[in-house]
């Protein structure tokens, strides 16, 4: 199986940042790499498809990068409802394993 | 509208079979892959495996290939998950949710709202 390593496991932070997650894959996945958001309670939502195409709907403050192995999803000015656990997800090949989530906290 | 309604929360003992369901509609469900994610209580999210309801094609994670098994019916628009022996450990929020195409490499792009399976003695 492909590892999927996120970091920060958590993070604190203030309305108006700009918030930077890293994912890194055990081996090369070309761009197959989403972002999904999760809030307490509710199904998670997709924000980032194949490392940088924004999901209908997604606000533009999100945006993801990377190529390869090293993948980043960047908030660029915190709302409050931002505030949610974020995972990286690998669609390169079966399992399409998810990393241990990120969660992003008030500061 | 896509939609994925997921069948109730359940209650059961060790030893007992389940089979929960996910039905999608707004969408031609034979031609999209679907899939299934675990999450256990206050931890993150486990992919088990996907089902293309137009032929049955499935695949599993390893870590789940033979603990459950995945099905669909294409004529309701319904897929599953079953298990035929639950064990306290598969205690969890189950979720199902769509793949963005008809490509096995896409990601979920809708999701149900998930079933809650508790299994205690």
């Known amino acids: 199986d492909i590892q999927m390593t996120q970091s920060p496991s958590s993070l604190s932070a203030s309305l108006g940042d700009r918030v930077t997650i890293t994912c890194r894959a055990s081996?090369?996945?070309?761009?197959?790499l989403n972002w999904y958001q999760q809030k307490p309670g509710k199904a998670p939502k997709l924000l980032i498809y194949?490392?940088?195409r924004l999901q209908s709907g997604v606000p533009s403050r999100f945006s993801g990068s990377g190529s390869g192995t090293d993948f980043t999803l960047t908030i660029s000015s915190l709302q409050p409802e931002d505030f949610a656990t974020y995972y990286c997800?690998?669609?390169?090949?079966?399992?399409?394993?998810f990393g241990q989530g990120t969660k992003l906290e008030i500061k | 509208e896509v939609q994925l309604v997921q069948s109730g929360a359940e209650v059961k003992k060790p030893g007992e079979s389940l089979k929960i369901s996910c039905k999608g509609s707004?969408?031609?469900?034979?031609?999209?892959?679907i899939g299934w994610v675990r999450q256990m209580p206050g931890k993150g999210l486990e992919w088990m495996g996907i089902?293309?309801?137009?032929?049955?094609?499935?695949r599993y994670s390893p870590s789940f290939q033979g603990q459950v098994t995945i099905s669909a019916d294409k004529s309701i628009s319904t897929a599953y998950v079953q298990w035929s022996s639950l064990k306290a450990s598969d205690t969890a929020m189950y979720y199902c949710?769509?793949?963005?195409?008809?490509?096995?490499?896409?990601?979920?792009?809708?999701w149900g709202q998930g079933t809650l399976v508790t299994v205690s003695s």
């Open positions: 949710a769509r793949m963005h195409s008809n490509n096995p490499l896409a990601p979920f792009d809708y």
């Open positions: 707004g969408y031609s469900f034979p031609n999209y892959w």
């Open positions: 089902i293309y309801p137009g032929d049955s094609n499935t």
């Open positions: 081996q090369s996945i070309s761009s197959y």
């Open positions: 194949a490392a940088s």
């Open positions: 997800q690998q669609s390169h090949s079966t399992p399409h394993t």
